[in-house]
């Protein structure tokens, strides 16, 4: 079946510490994207590639970073400088002007 | 830069009454897609319903239907005959299919809480 897995469902990050949030896809869609949920509010959008090794920061890219090596994979890491990453991540796919396939998301909270 | 509102926090109807949940955008594009996304307790987002700016006629899929005011760039969900399984947070969502520094960009209102009651 194809659709987006991101791995894995639940994180503990200890303070100080990297930590990065698998997204993958074989719905060889170009766009990938990387949401944060918090709690009762909306979806706000950390960073997006349209193509490999290219990628644009969103609205709340400080203290995250990404990659974009392979058309499948984006992969995004939390760094120490993210001082409150306890959030629900979300990561996505999107081929023209159709909708965005989600994966099922990642729980990340602070040990 | 884009931006989506979404002015109800929350909202309720009685089971197999109708709702509309309101959206509104900022934009100075002519080419973009408009969205609405659903969000049960599972956290998982389903499309609802889409609709193409170039289009006049508004979409429809089932229950749902939406009012495209291109002009007034107003954007609103109606359900009809709601149904507990519409219970759910949705999103409405502004996707600029053009040029420039913000293409491909997806951006999501806060979110609108509906609750069906029986």
């Known amino acids: 079946d194809g659709g987006i897995t991101q791995s894995p469902k639940y994180l503990f990050r200890k303070e100080g510490q990297n930590v990065t949030l698998s997204c993958e896809q074989n719905?060889?869609?170009?766009?990938m994207y990387w949401y944060r949920q918090d709690p009762g509010q909306g979806l706000r959008l950390i960073y997006y590639?349209?193509?490999?090794?290219?990628?644009q920061k969103g609205d709340i890219a400080e203290g995250y970073s990404v990659s974009r090596e392979k058309k499948e994979s984006f992969p995004l890491t939390v760094t120490s400088a993210q001082k409150n990453p306890t959030a629900f991540y979300l990561c996505?796919?999107?081929?023209?002007?159709?909708?965005?396939?989600f994966g099922s998301g990642t729980q990340l909270s602070v040990l | 830069a884009q931006t989506v509102t979404q002015s109800q926090p929350e909202m309720s109807v009685q089971e197999a009454e109708t709702v509309t949940l309101s959206c509104t955008y900022d934009?100075?594009?002519?080419?973009?897609?408009l969205f609405w996304y659903k969000q049960p307790p599972s956290r998982q987002m389903i499309l609802v319903i889409r609709?193409?700016?170039?289009?006049?006629q508004n979409a429809t899929e089932n229950r749902f239907s939406v009012n495209f005011q291109k002009a007034a760039k107003s954007f609103s969900l109606k359900i009809s005959d709601s149904q507990l399984g519409d219970a759910a947070m949705y999103f409405c969502?502004?996707?600029?299919?053009?040029?420039?520094?913000?293409?491909?960009?997806?951006?999501f209102g806060q979110g609108t809480i509906l609750t069906v009651h029986p």
């Open positions: 969502a502004y996707f600029m299919n053009a040029g420039g520094t913000s293409y491909g960009k997806l951006t």
């Open positions: 719905l060889n869609h170009d766009a």
């Open positions: 996505a796919s999107r081929v023209g002007g159709e909708k965005l396939f």
């Open positions: 934009t100075s594009e002519s080419d973009y897609y």
């Open positions: 590639s349209q193509i490999v090794n290219d990628f």
């Open positions: 609709q193409e700016a170039y289009k006049q």
